[in-house]
């Protein structure tokens, strides 16, 4: 068993030393940041640091310090010891992806106190003194051995970062002319003004007015300076905005305070509405901590049991939406329990079918395969242990869910299980609709409005 053990106060003599070797990475830095609290951007700030006297990033001082005490804690003499005092010398910067040799060495032993002074010092692969000092110690007078804990495993993700990168890709170019359907509450109206600050978007606010600025007012936020279409109510607001996205007037249209299905009956009216060739579906872009790149799930919020015909188009908007954001050939998964076509699950056969429409080019621009269950899509690992073979396992960019049940209810899991950023977009209309959820807090409302940017700015190159 692998034991972590002291040594006695008694056994320990003048000119015993410990050593650690340790390379520092981001994720140290990373670490010491968030449990110290301290932040200063020559640690942390790539960009900063360049222009100060270091030119790049340097770890916290503190950071060789403690691993002294990691040496003292864990080897000489180990478990059990007491610090009481440190001086140190911080004389060198340590730099990421130095090395550094930590090494003690006992200089002074007190023997009716139980106290040994000990030598200290880190120094690079360049044999450079980054650290030198001194450390008194109470050293321990009983043995200990106990079995060496395993220390949980900490994975780094800065939240909303492909959420912030998304939109920042899309804010130097001209906002989007957008009809901001019934935004009464403060939520849904900051969502659309700070996408408009962000020069994402040119906001149309369309519902009533009272009820527009009443919101306005509890959220803090001036209006004066956007357009306000009054109507009587919500469904008022959805005809208005439909109205002006035929008419040319508006390039995009996005959901404020106001229920899916009452935007969506505008929108698929076959007299009035925003019908094309295409099916419209929904695609939900989601951040996952715990996966290295974003996902796309589609259709979770229109379609509720798409036929096969439907799952055609419902996989080539993802696919069109994947291509838009950079992934040059999406990987496309057509997820389902198992990965056999089993006659009594339909969505096997369905997954089986649309692989085969892609081999004959009625989808296009993806890499497709299905059924696969959501292990073998997601982990590589699981598909290995199940026996598949497949080019996209663990490498997937799109999931394709059965029906709106099952996706709706993925998605919010991984929101709040997951702790995954969630937005959200609707095509297949003639403009984009940027179709979020009224949970939805500002960040997501902005990067739906940058999805629906990048849509359109696909559609217009050329």
Known sequence: MNLIENRLFDDINIGDSAHLIKTLEQKDIQLFAVMSGDINPMHIDKEFA???????????????GSLISTVLGTQLPGPGTIYLEQSLKFLHPIYLNDT?????????????????????????????????????????????????QEIPQIHFHDKGKIFQELISRTQSSSPIITAVVHPVDSVSLVGAIESAQANLITPILIGPEHKIKYAAKEA?????????????????????????????DVQAIMKGA??????????????????????????????????????????????????????????????????ALGIKCPHVAILSAIETVYPKITSTIEAAALCKMAERGQITGGILDGPLAFDTAISKIAAQTKGLTSVISGDVDILVVPDLESGNMLAKQLEYLAEAQVAGIVLGARIPIILTSRADGVLARMTSCALAKIMLQKTTTP
Not at 52 to 58: G, L, P, T, Y
């Open 50 to 64: 360049q222009n100060d006297m270091f030119h790049e990033i340097i770890a916290h001082g503190m950071w060789g």
């Open 100 to 148: 550094v040799t930590v090494t003690l060495t006992a200089l002074e032993k007190d023997n009716k106190k139980n106290i040994i002074q000990f030598g200290c010092k880190v120094v690079t692969q360049k044999n450079i003194i980054a650290i030198e000092g001194t450390a008194r110690v109470i050293a321990p007078k009983i043995k200990i051995s106990r079995p060496r």
């Open 220 to 248: 803090g936020i001036n209006i004066e300076a956007y357009t306000i279409i009054p109507t009587l109510h919500s469904h008022a607001a959805a005809a208005k905005a439909v109205e002006l996205a035929r008419a040319g």
């Open 258 to 323: 106001l229920h899916t299905d009452e935007l969506m009956h505008e929108v698929v009216s076959q007299e009035t509405g925003l019908l094309t060739a295409r099916r419209i579906s929904h695609v939900f872009i989601i951040d996952v901590p715990t996966y290295n790149r974003p996902l796309l799930i589609t259709d979770a919020a229109i379609n509720v049991y798409p036929s096969l015909e439907d799952k055609r188009d419902i996989v080539q908007n993802a696919i069109d939406l994947a291509i």
